[in-house]
């Protein structure tokens, strides 16, 4: 996996993210003292988790010859009481049987970004200059 690298950009706090040679932005809403000229990390999270849930669930589906056409994921994140709550809701498009639907909904949680967010997690920070 490629090396995320944040730092400041232009505005209060927009922050130039890159990943390899790729490069794009993060910034808080406009509500928050920021200038809404990028997804917020919370939504990059929600993002991560609907997009690797997509994918797994795209390959599951090749694999298997399944006729899924599109599997449309969206997540939303709550904070209440000092806990993230994620609804991830999926809408599975084409040619599937009411089984395959089921395998595909345990498939959806057997992504990797879902099972780092309901595993247990370790961040080491240390300063380096």
């Not at 505005?11 to 997804?39: N, Y």
């Not at 899924?68 to 969206?74: D, F, Q």
């Amino acid at each position: 996996m490629r090396k995320v690298i944040s730092q400041f950009g232009e505005g209060a706090l927009q922050q130039k993210l890159i990943a390899g040679d790729l490069q794009f932005l993060s910034d808080a809403e406009v509500s928050k003292g920021g200038d809404g000229s990028g997804p917020s990390p919370h939504e990059y999270l929600g993002a991560a988790l609907a997009a690797c849930t997509s994918m797994t669930l795209k390959m599951y589906a090749g694999h298997k010859s399944m006729q899924l056409e599109n599997a449309i994921v969206t997540v939303d994140i709550e904070r209440t009481d000092d806990i993230e709550k994620f609804s991830r809701d999926i809408e599975l498009i084409g040619n599937l049987s009411a089984e395959e639907k089921v395998r595909l909904l345990e498939i959806a949680n057997k992504c990797p970004i879902h099972k780092v967010l309901a595993g247990q997690i370790q961040i080491k920070t240390q300063l380096v200059n």
